[in-house]
């Protein structure tokens, strides 16, 4: 099944080539196109290629990547998260997202410290970076909790788009 870890409600995995349709889901929520817009993945075949190229490339070339979130009930993914290193960044930076009927119900911030707190004893980061819209208070929120300090505003290259920066060390 290839579990990272899990807490009270989740169980944290590697996602998988199957995944695709979750994926698809997830990318084309209404709140993800809100927050983060469109990552141009329209069908299965585009979610199959996002998932080759981007995630399941991440966990070749980093040992880190994003993870599923399934619910521990009945293995449902319902979001995802985890960390990236992105172009011409060199500090990698957590990042989030949830099916609209599980958002604020806690799962993301449940998930991103049981995903931090493996990070922090698995591998040899120091610091991890977030990055939050201007607009997305609730992720704001959440990475507060996380105990990320704020850095600054700047143009996000990648997402071209005004972000909150965030860091947190440990």
């Known amino acids: 099944m290839n579990e990272i870890t899990q807490s009270a409600r989740l169980r944290i995995r590697l996602f998988r080539k199957n995944d695709a349709p979750f994926l698809l889901e997830l990318l084309n929520s209404p709140e993800w196109l809100a927050m983060l817009e469109s990552r141009h993945v329209k069908t299965i075949r585009d979610a199959k ?25 009945n293995q449902c ?9 992105r172009k011409n960044h060199t500090i990698p930076d957590l990042g989030f997202g949830i099916l609209p009927a599980y958002a604020g119900q806690g799962f993301i911030l449940e998930a991103a410290s049981v ?13 991890v970076d977030a990055f939050a819209t201007i607009r997305n208070i609730a992720s704001q929120r959440i990475l507060e909790k996380l105990d990320f300090k704020l850095q600054r505003e700047i143009f996000h290259s990648t997402f071209q788009v005004w972000v909150k920066h965030y860091q947190l060390k440990w």
Not at 53 to 59: G, M, N, S, W
Not at 115 to 127: C, G, Q
């Open 77 to 85: 993914p319902i979001g995802l998260c985890g960390i990236t290193l």
């Open 49 to 73: 290629h996002y998932l080759k190229h981007f995630i399941l490339k991440d966990y070749e070339q980093r040992q880190y990547g994003f993870y599923v979130l399934t619910l521990l009930e």
């Open 115 to 127: 995903i931090l707190n493996y990070i922090k004893e698995s591998l040899p980061l120091k610091t």
